[in-house]
């Protein structure tokens, strides 16, 4: 059974930082053909793709208003994915979920196939 485990969340004030981590259980998406990424979703917003990097070629995907400040990375001898936020604004406050799909070709921006059950990061300013 495949899971994703989201944890790092909490509470920042503005231009603080925080680190998310996403290990992945029950299939090993490092060794196949498959991205993993991060979304979010604010109360009353639609969820919107934050992040992600395909496991075998590494290419890499940010959204505008999260470039230049959200960093995505891999651990593969760990099966898990980092996001490193820096600089973090109120408008980043959401429910942060990490999610996977197989691709053999660019990560998709819609239909992910597994998800984790989110954490939430609160940025007060």
């Known amino acids: 059974q495949v899971q994703l485990v989201e944890s790092g969340g909490g509470s920042v004030q503005s231009g603080g930082s925080l680190r998310l981590s996403c290990a992945a259980s029950?299939?090993?998406?490092?060794?196949?053909?498959?991205?993993m990424g991060w979304f979010r979703q604010a109360p009353g917003k639609e969820r919107e793709g934050v992040a992600h990097i395909h496991m075998l070629t590494s290419n890499i995907y940010y959204s505008d208003s999260v470039k230049g400040r959200f960093t995505i990375s891999q651990d593969r001898a760990k099966n898990t994915v980092n996001l490193q936020m820096n600089l973090l604004k109120p408008e980043d406050t959401a429910t942060y979920y990490c999610?996977?799909?197989?691709?053999?070709?660019?990560?998709?921006?819609?239909?992910?196939?597994?998800w984790g059950q989110g954490t939430q990061v609160t940025v007060s300013s």
């Open positions: 029950g299939y090993s998406f490092s060794s196949n053909s498959f991205c």
């Open positions: 999610a996977a799909v197989r691709s053999y070709g660019a990560c998709p921006r819609t239909a992910w196939t597994y």
